[in-house]
């Protein structure tokens, strides 16, 4: 079955970087790209961006352009996460997504607090 | 960007009764429309991508419809586990928006 197991809740200090991952279980992990999709507490869903697993190409929302960067470890079947130069208003679960027809999979979410 | 509106914000339902959500996109995504149900702490759950085709394993009362610019889920008969928020989202053009969502909660 497929699976997406996320890494552990992270709390940071403004301006330090977090690096989530999201492994991937059950299927070809190369043959669908992952997104990444974060929720502020008590708010909506924001879509960050993607990244196809098979060549590594990316597509980031333009509000975190220069902040965040996505690879993936085809070794691994993980896929990363990191946003760097953290403020307060990044306080939020970070979830990972199986592209494809929807989001049909995600992982289970990692809440990252950022506070001083 | 794409700008995705649902209405209502929020709506209180009676187990059975029939309820429909409605989500706009500011404008046409032809049928590149996926609606999610989240409960609270947990993770999204997919249940209908291209307008109107269910996610296997999503039980038949929920349905989607639409396409352009108007969209519509429903839910025929709602259950007790369907208390849950409702979030539209368009998959036509990056950036991926969603909707701001729908609260279904008990009368």
């Known amino acids: 079955q497929v699976q997406l197991v996320q890494s552990g809740a992270e709390v940071k200090k403004p301006g330090a970087s977090v690096k989530v991952s999201c492994k991937a279980s059950g299927y070809t992990f190369t043959s669908y790209g992952i997104s990444w999709v974060r929720q502020a507490p008590g708010q909506g869903l924001e879509w960050m961006g993607w990244i196809s697993a098979y060549n590594g190409n990316t597509n980031y929302a333009q509000k975190l352009q220069g902040r965040v960067t996505m690879t993936t470890d085809t070794s691994t079947s993980t896929a990363y996460m990191e946003l760097r130069s953290l403020r307060s208003d990044d306080t939020a679960v970070y979830y990972c997504?199986?592209?494809?027809?929807?989001?049909?999979?995600w992982g289970q979410g990692t809440l990252v607090t950022v506070s001083s | 960007d794409i700008q995705m509106t649902q209405s209502p914000s929020s709506l209180s339902a009676s187990v059975g009764d029939r309820v429909t959500i409605t989500c706009r996109a500011s404008?046409?995504?032809?049928?590149?429309l996926n609606w999610y149900q989240q409960k609270p702490g947990k993770a999204p759950k997919l249940l209908i991508y291209?307008?109107?085709s269910l996610q296997s394993g999503v039980p038949s009362r929920f349905s989607g419809s639409g396409s352009g610019t108007d969209f519509t889920l429903t839910i025929s008969s709602l259950q007790p586990e369907d208390f849950a928020t409702y979030y539209c989202?368009?998959?036509?053009?990056?950036?991926?928006?969603f909707g701001p969502g729908t609260k279904v909660d008990i009368k």
């Open positions: 997504a199986r592209r494809g027809s929807g989001l049909g999979y």
């Open positions: 404008q046409s995504i032809s049928s590149y």
């Open positions: 291209a307008a109107s």
């Open positions: 989202q368009q998959s036509y053009s990056t950036p991926v928006t």
